[in-house]
């Protein structure tokens, strides 16, 4: 079975500092990785994925992810943050293995960027 | 171009009631994926609607169902509804069922049951 773990239910960070929303992952063989956004009342918005080759994606708004193989994360990185960042995020993931391309998502790391 | 629609926005049933949610898929995709989104928790997969037959189901009971038209868009039927049925439903859909392909989502509709 497939799991996904976001260790942290929130993130602080000052605006302008470099943010990190952390996520593992648990699988059988190798995954698909995904990262999505929520605002408040919206619904999911696509940032980035991994599927294969290059350990960094990069994404929308300026985020990107590192994928660690050994470590079984991808955790989400940005530079700098800006407050419109401050927002729900979820990392998923999909066993390629799989029939049907099911989504499981971690429980959401909310991140607050602050002025 | 369209993104996924969802209807209606907000619902509100009594315990015992039946609902159905309605989704479009966004301009192009075929596939419709239904989730779950409980307060304060990550989407849960519920099925998956290709070539209008449901393709693979999460763990949920068969109250849930749902139904898939030719022009792709879908519907979820929850029946029997209890009070652990309160959510956020998000409908999301892609191109085929291949794996590698990011699922775009719906607003989603809040169903709560009373």
């Known amino acids: 079975a497939q799991s996904v773990a976001q260790p942290e239910d929130q993130v602080n960070v000052a605006e302008g500092n470099p943010l990190t929303v952390k996520c593992t992952y648990s699988?059988?063989?190798?995954?698909?990785l995904f990262w999505y956004v929520q605002y408040p009342n919206r619904g999911l918005q696509f940032l980035l994925k991994y599927i294969t080759g290059d350990n960094l994606v990069k994404g929308s708004y300026g985020f990107e992810a590192e994928f660690n193989k050994s470590q079984t994360s991808f955790h989400l990185k940005k530079p700098s943050a800006l407050v419109s960042d401050s927002a729900l995020y979820f990392c998923a993931v999909r066993d390629p293995y799989n029939a049907g391309n099911m989504l499981t998502f971690g429980g959401g790391t909310r991140l607050m960027v602050k002025p | 171009d369209a993104g996924v629609t969802q209807s209606p926005t907000h619902l509100i049933k009594t315990r015992g009631q039946q609902v159905t949610l309605r989704c479009s898929p966004k301009s192009g995709h075929d596939t419709v994926s239904w989730y779950q989104q409980a307060l304060g928790q990550g989407p849960q997969f519920i099925f998956q609607y290709y070539e209008e037959e449901e393709r693979q189901r999460g763990n949920f009971p068969d109250r849930f169902s749902g139904h898939q038209f030719p022009n792709y868009s879908s519907e979820l039927n929850v029946n029997a509804l209890l009070l652990g049925d309160s959510a956020l439903y998000l409908c999301?859909?892609?191109?085929?069922?291949?794996?590698?392909?990011?699922?775009?989502f719906g607003p989603g509709t809040r169903l709560t049951v009373t």
């Open positions: 699988v059988s063989g190798n995954p698909y």
């Open positions: 999301a859909s892609s191109f085929g069922t291949d794996s590698s392909y990011e699922q775009y």
